[in-house]
């Protein structure tokens, strides 16, 4: 904690007073019961990782008892609600990969210009309205823009492209770019306001321009932190549901056609929940191998964006 | 080494003479200065495709949700006709799960963020908790429905209740009010605390009577934050199993239940056009609870705000 507070030895309740200044063991007892409360419930947090660990691994378990490790990482094909059972996630990663990637096309220019632009150019007033606007995007739900998706955007596509069809990763992945644009121009931007003053007055007090000073001072030295912003919002696409379970389609398709219905991972966790199965039967079992997956990719996401900003931060002082 | 001495090194071993010194380093603003002017209107640009395509979206969805919007569709069960279809049991069913994860996750996310800010020492078990929170923040939510799915709904046999369905969210949105809790109690300087302490109050004394109410409209703030998040969540509902088509109106934490988005995913899924049309008008309804809300939030930070 950056600020200072005492620590319990240095806790000014018990100093050698005389009287009852410093001995009081009813209050002494309280304090310690509620210090006990209160890390109990940070505590709950980590109970919540322990549980998302071991009910996604306990099913997964299951799982792999009854499918081979090698057959699930290298098939291409995913049918366990047929009767010929196929279990290759790659028809089900490829989609994820694919929407996520078009979102990444859409959010990653326009979020980082917005971001330089918010951080270098705008006036102060500018800033303080069009931030939170550009927030609000974020807090859409994502049910909403996948009606969007579905029902505005696939329509608009298919007049520019007539073969596209209706359900597709292409409408999809857009409409999760914008949906993830200010997670990219929010968090670049903090990194970019983050570069001390000094080496923006340095490069103008040389001579350079606004742009210059952006693209060659600034950019370079938030690099660390734009990075991160980029992964990190990869990672929300990744796991990103509504969007791709309405607009991107239900059927696993080991494809990197854009035009074509396909389904993602999280959209395969949601068509089987909204069956009826049995738990402990093997399409029960499936979600939970499907949601280690995609919960070991984006945990192994935020890692590493997490290391990003840790190791290459430029630090000034 | 002096300026002159490079300059003149680089005369010396050059090969043929510069011009004039006026020509090296020419300046050249105008054409330097255009690129900014340039790189502004693209990042006007990119600001206005965002919100832009959000004013789209509103306006797409008023112009199919709002003739379907009326008492008749706010006070009805849902049907299998468009007609009779309504969000009766939804609006309950959302009330009552938000009731339940509010009162789950806001004491358990101020009592965190208490702990860790006033109480915890650089140990290795609090920076674990510390990173762990970080992470948490970062498991899509869909995961979280999986959790519940299995802990919830299987292990604790809750079944597919709104019980099941609050607790769910609530570990989904207790990052958002530790991280909001904690940002408040961390702007309260220290001088309020010494003050306390310097009276003879206790560390809680000091935290009941000052830090807290003190760091209130932050966590009230970030609370209401919370609420609009879990509003519109819809993946882990449907992963937990909460039904997509109810004819009744939830009285008991056991009861099963549907939810706002769960309703309006339902009818996005359906053929029927009409249907497609309802769902827009209920995602009108759930817009406005959420711009309500944040309205709220961003109000109540202005008005309660205190400077030191």
Redesign the interface.
């Known amino acids: 904690?950056?600020?200072?507070?005492?620590?319990?030895r240095e806790?000014?309740?018990r100093f050698p007073g005389r009287g009852n200044?410093g001995r009081n063991r009813a209050?002494d007892i309280?304090?310690r019961v509620?210090?006990g409360?209160?890390?109990l419930?940070?505590?709950?947090?980590?109970l919540?990782?322990l549980?998302?660990v071991?009910?996604?691994f306990?099913?997964t378990w299951d799982f792999f008892q009854k499918v081979s490790l090698a057959e699930f990482l290298f098939e291409t094909e995913w049918t366990p609600l047929f009767s010929i059972q196929k279990f290759g996630i790659w028809a089900l990663v490829s989609a994820t990969l694919m929407t996520s990637f078009i979102a990444l096309l859409i959010a990653v220019?326009?979020?980082l210009?917005?971001a330089?632009?918010?951080s270098e150019?705008?006036s102060s007033r500018a800033r303080d309205i069009?931030k939170p606007?550009?927030e609000?995007?974020a807090?859409?739900?994502?049910?909403?823009?996948?009606?969007?998706a579905?029902?505005?955007v696939t329509p608009l596509l298919q007049r520019i492209i007539p073969e596209l069809s209706g359900y597709n990763s292409l409408s999809a992945g857009m409409v999760m770019g914008?949906m993830i644009?200010?997670m990219v121009?929010s968090l670049s931007e903090d990194a970019m306001s983050s570069v001390p003053a000094s080496l923006r007055e340095g490069a103008y007090g040389l001579?350079a321009?606004?742009?210059?000073v952006?693209t060659k001072v600034i950019f370079p030295a938030a690099l660390s932190g734009i990075i991160a912003s980029v992964i990190?919002a990869l990672?929300?696409a990744?796991?990103?549901?509504?969007i791709v379970?309405?607009a991107a389609g239900q059927s696993p398709n080991f494809t990197f056609n854009p035009l074509e219905t396909v389904e993602t991972m999280?959209a395969y966790?949601?068509q089987v929940?909204?069956g009826d199965t049995p738990?402990g039967s093997l399409a029960y079992q499936t979600?939970?191998a499907v949601?280690t997956s995609?919960?070991i990719m984006?945990?192994i996401m935020?890692?590493i964006s997490?290391w990003f900003v840790r190791r290459f931060r430029e630090v000034y002082d | 080494m002096s300026a002159i001495g490079v300059g003149e090194a680089t005369i010396k071993g050059g090969g043929p003479p510069p011009a004039s010194a006026e020509e090296m380093f020419r300046p050249n603003l105008a054409a330097r200065k255009a690129k900014g002017y340039i790189f502004t209107g693209l990042g006007i640009l990119s600001i206005l495709i965002g919100i832009g395509t959000l004013v789209i979206l509103l306006g797409d969805v008023l112009v199919r949700g709002l003739p379907w919007l009326d008492l008749q569709f706010l006070n009805s069960f849902d049907s299998r006709f468009a007609e009779r279809a309504g969000l009766k049991a939804a609006l309950y069913g959302t009330a009552y799960m938000m009731f339940f994860t509010i009162l789950f996750a806001l004491p358990l996310g101020i009592m965190s963020a208490v702990y860790l800010e006033e109480y915890a020492g650089d140990s290795r078990l609090n920076r674990f908790i510390e990173v762990n929170i970080s992470n948490l923040a970062g498991v899509p939510s869909i995961i979280y429905g999986l959790l519940g799915l299995q802990v919830f709904v299987r292990w604790f046999a809750l079944e597919r209740s709104v019980l099941a369905g609050s607790l769910t969210m609530a570990l989904l949105v207790l990052p958002i009010i530790i991280v909001a809790a904690r940002e408040a109690i961390r702007a309260i300087p220290s001088s309020i605390r010494d003050a306390s302490y310097a009276v003879g109050a206790t560390r809680w004394q000091t935290i009941r009577h000052h830090v807290l109410p003190y760091a209130f409209p932050g966590i009230l703030t970030g609370n209401i934050l919370a609420a609009s998040r879990a509003i519109g969540e819809t993946a882990p509902l449907i992963t937990i199993g909460a039904l997509t088509f109810v004819l009744f109106t939830p009285d008991d934490p056991m009861d099963t239940f549907t939810a706002l988005p769960i309703v309006i995913f339902n009818w996005t899924s359906k053929a029927q056009a009409e249907f497609h049309d309802l769902a827009a008008a209920g995602i009108i309804v759930l817009m406005a609870v959420l711009l309500t809300m944040n309205s709220l939030a961003i109000w109540l930070r202005y008005r309660l705000r205190k400077r030191f």
Do not use: C, D
């Not at chain 1, 904690?1 to 319990?8: D, I, K, P, V």
């Not at chain 1, 321009?209 to 210059?212: A, G, K, N, S, Y």
């Open positions: 904690m950056a600020q200072e507070t005492l620590t319990s806790y000014p309740g200044l209050r309280k304090e509620i210090q409360a209160l890390f419930a940070a505590l709950v947090s980590v919540t990782t549980g998302i071991l009910s996604l306990s099913e220019p326009l979020g210009v917005a330089t632009y918010l150019f705008a069009l606007i550009l609000v995007l807090g859409v739900p994502t049910v909403v823009y996948g009606f969007f579905l029902f505005f914008i644009l200010p121009a001579g321009t606004r742009f210059e952006a990190l990672s929300r990744v796991g990103e549901t509504m379970a309405i999280t966790i949601v929940s909204l738990a979600i939970f949601g995609l919960f984006t945990f935020n890692v997490q």
